[in-house]
């Protein structure tokens, strides 16, 4: 192991020698082009993982070739909401004109499952095993994508020696909404949780915020649809394929029962039982 600061501390590599490269950490372009052009050389192949947000306003079904978001100023290193596509996308660049057919670009959705630190897919098992009445949204229709960060990681392993190009991946490979996914988060760990649909103008009225509050939960008036639906062909022409969900639930579950922190998104408690409250309010 060689423990170091990509930006500063790329001479601690010097004299060896690796099969490939797997860079998860690339945001800047310019950081990323010093770790290329230092490793050139001393690796086969370069992997880069980037991420479906460089797409530039996705429609449904978008594939690889889709337009990528750009940047006016493309020496911008501040990383927001509005630049992250973009520099992802230029990172790509870099690695492309540096290695050629050396290299992979890999373009994962939201990415799910055990240890992972957004708690974004996480809240959902969490809050279906306290049970009670659960929160969701009235647009259950809405589609949803992401893989187990497991599935990943034996599809990269599976590409590591020929793989090259760039490859959307997500799934699961058959289209899913959030009524599938509730539904199925009901069933497999918490049968006697109730799910309760609220309609997303009383949600919006209510100061509810889609993905931060509700996460996975895309805008509600479906423009965010987009980053849901993802070309995946190619990925599956590859040999991306995927565990059950239930196992992903379970595992995750049982993996963040052993965390005490709390959770960095999601409704709280107080929190719903203060909508639910406005909602049976409205109704008598």
């Not at 539904?183 to 209510?206: E, F, M, W, Y």
């Amino acid at each position: 192991h060689v423990f170091g600061d990509r930006e500063h501390d790329l001479h601690l590599l010097a004299g060896r020698s690796w099969d490939v490269v797997i860079d998860t950490c690339g945001y800047v372009p310019r950081i990323v082009q010093m770790s290329a052009k230092t490793l050139f050389t001393a690796i086969e192949r370069y992997i880069f993982i980037s991420t479906i947000s460089v797409y530039d306003s996705p429609q449904p079904r978008i594939g690889e070739a889709g337009t990528v978001g750009t940047l006016s100023d493309p020496t911008v290193e501040e990383i927001t909401g509005e630049t992250y596509g973009p520099l992802k996308a230029l990172c790509e660049s870099v690695v492309r004109e540096t290695y050629g057919d050396r290299s992979l670009i890999v373009r994962p959705g939201l990415i799910v499952g055990p240890d992972d630190p957004t708690d974004r897919f996480t809240y959902w098992p969490l809050r279906f095993h306290r049970g009670g009445e659960v929160v969701v949204p009235s647009r259950l229709r809405q589609p949803l994508q992401f893989i187990d960060v497991r599935d990943l990681a034996a599809w990269l392993v599976f590409m590591l020696e020929t793989g090259k190009g760039t490859f959307n991946v997500t799934g699961p490979e058959l289209f899913l909404d959030l009524s599938t996914f509730f539904g199925l988060c009901r069933q497999t760990i918490n049968p006697s949780a109730a799910i309760r649909p609220i309609d997303v103008h009383r949600l919006k009225s209510s100061g509810i915020e889609p993905w931060s509050d509700l996460p996975l939960v895309t805008d509600f008036d479906g423009s965010g649809d987009g980053m849901m639906q993802v070309n995946i062909e190619k990925s599956l022409m590859a040999n991306l394929t995927f565990r059950d969900l239930s196992a992903t639930l379970l595992d995750t579950l049982q993996w963040r029962l052993t965390n005490p922190e709390p959770l960095k998104v999601g409704l709280s408690a107080e929190q719903e039982t203060a909508l639910l409250g406005k909602v049976e309010e409205k109704a008598s």
